[in-house]
């Protein structure tokens, strides 16, 4: 009867092993292709890209949230500030760093008054709310203009905003405060 056993639990299990293959393979296609850049809750809605306002450019995406948050836009280099009431209380542009997180929404971790940024540019009111591959992602304003571009080959995190946007957001993004981030 052993032989019998040992038989029907080998097929068992060989069928258990393909269907896991199977399976692995199906989700390994629908994996995106920058699945490891970054830790975040994703949400399917901030997963997907939020829908614009053709005609008023500066409106709130949609897909991007309730209540009080920041809305980061990879693909518009834009933030939002948004109130409890979902009102946005100011819009603007920023200039990102070479490392993006990926999209979902993230809780601001730390905060510093004044720092040196990893391209070695004096800032300012720096917002963390993020880390990709050992690499701090945060927003922050340069106390003044850098006497070089950067360089390409440093990998930096920082979400370059005016000094004026840059003091805006210390006020609003308090350590705990969501950032959407959004396509």
């Known amino acids: 009867m052993a032989n019998g056993s040992s038989g029907f639990v080998f ?13 692995g393979y199906q989700a390994s296609a629908t994996v995106p292709a920058n699945l490891g850049k970054a830790h975040a809750s994703a949400s399917p809605a901030a997963a997907v890209k939020a829908p614009r306002d053709k005609r008023n450019p500066t409106a709130l995406p949609g897909n991007s949230g309730t209540g009080e948050r920041v809305v980061y836009s990879l693909d518009d280099d834009r933030v939002w500030l948004v109130d409890a009431r979902n009102k946005v209380t100011r819009t603007f542009e920023v200039t990102p760093g070479s490392v993006d997180p990926l999209p979902g929404t993230y809780p601001v971790t730390s905060r510093s008054n004044t720092i040196t940024g990893t391209d070695g540019t004096p800032i300012e009111h720096v917002v963390r709310f993020a880390n990709v591959d050992g690499v701090a992602v945060g927003f922050s304003a340069a106390v003044k203009e850098p006497k070089s571009a950067p360089d390409p080959g440093v990998r930096t995190g920082g979400v370059r905003e005016s000094r004026a946007d840059g003091d805006a957001m210390w006020e609003f993004a308090t350590i705990g405060a969501n950032v959407v981030v959004i396509r």
């Open 11 to 23: 097929g068992l299990t060989t069928a258990a092993l393909v269907t896991v293959g199977v399976l």
